[in-house]
Nanobody
Framework: QVQLVESGGGLVQAGGSLRLTCAAS????????MGWFRQAPGKEREFVAR????????YYADSVKGRFTISGDNAKNTVYLQMNSLKPEDTAVYFC???????????????????WGQGTQVTVSS
């Protein structure tokens, strides 16, 4: 089975930066897209960013646009999330996700992804 493992989370002050990494392990597979979601206690899991390997198309939630950058290595099924100008409202558990089949252009809904990591905590203090 495919496993996704996130790393790079931590505690930072508002205005700081973090870089998250998601790497796949387990059986070899070819992802169509990989993305990041986040979830705060008591809230729904929300879309953050994704990269569709074909064309290198990226898409961001309005709340992080201009501050976060998603990138990766398709051959390695590895994705990164560079987070700059962090705000307290960015505090959440960040999850990596991968979709194996071709799909919609947006790919911003959790249900559109096949595999998930366990999450990494990001805490931004004021």
């Amino acid at each position: 089975q495919v496993q996704l493992v996130e790393s790079g989370g931590g505690l930072v002050q508002a205005g700081g930066s973090l870089r998250l990494t998601c790497a796949a392990s387990g059986r070899t597979f070819s992802s169509y897209a990989m993305g990041w979601f986040r979830q705060a206690p008591g809230k729904e899991r929300e879309f953050v960013a994704r990269i569709r390997w074909i064309g290198g198309s990226t898409y961001y939630a309005d709340s992080v646009k201009g501050r976060f950058t998603i990138s990766g290595d398709n051959a390695k099924n590895t994705v990164y999330l560079q987070m700059n100008s962090l705000k307290p409202e960015d505090t959440a558990v960040y999850f990596c996700a991968a979709r194996e089949r071709l799909g919609t252009r947006s790919l911003s809904a959790p249900g559109e992804y096949d595999y998930w990591g366990q999450g990494t905590q990001v805490t931004v203090s004021s």
